[in-house]
């Protein structure tokens, strides 16, 4: 009555299609994260280059940030088994960004044609 059971567990990935991540990519992600972590603050806190060039410095570390999370955490990436992965955060990236600009479309819009105009009353009340 004994069951063999055999563990498949190297192919059982590529079967569905999805690859999990291994302790050195981890690692590589963590240290790469923290890096340029460390690196924004260090931009803010020590005052490493100007002030003018200091957001275009944070967004550059944060965009850099977020690749490495991406590609080390989500797995994100041009490979035959993160093609699925990718498509669905591209397709997710793509509604929130029409979302978002479409809802500040409609704000500017509201406010510009809502909003008092910037005649004093005296102005107002002669054209009546």
């Known amino acids: 009555m004994s069951h063999s ?3 498949h567990s190297a192919g059982h990935d590529d079967q569905h299609g999805g ?3 291994n302790l050195k990519g981890y690692m590589i992600g963590t240290v790469l994260s923290l890096v ?6 260090g931009v803010v806190m020590f005052h490493v280059i100007p002030p003018a ?6 967004v550059v570390l944060c965009v850099a940030q ?10 994100i990436g041009a490979a035959r088994s993160q093609r699925a992965n990718t498509g669905i955060f591209i397709c997710t990236a793509f509604l ?3 979302i978002v600009g479409l809802s500040l479309w409609v704000m500017h819009n509201a406010n ?3 909003m008092p105009s910037q005649i004093s009353v005296e102005r107002a009340m002669a054209h009546d």
Do not use: D, K, P
């Open 5 to 7: 059971h055999v563990s």
């Open 19 to 21: 690859s999990h991540g």
């Open 36 to 41: 340029l972590t460390l690196a924004s603050f």
């Open 53 to 58: 060039q200091g957001l275009t410095a944070i």
């Open 66 to 75: 977020l690749v490495v999370q991406l590609v080390y955490f989500l797995h």
């Open 96 to 98: 929130i960004a029409v």
């Open 112 to 114: 510009v044609n809502m």
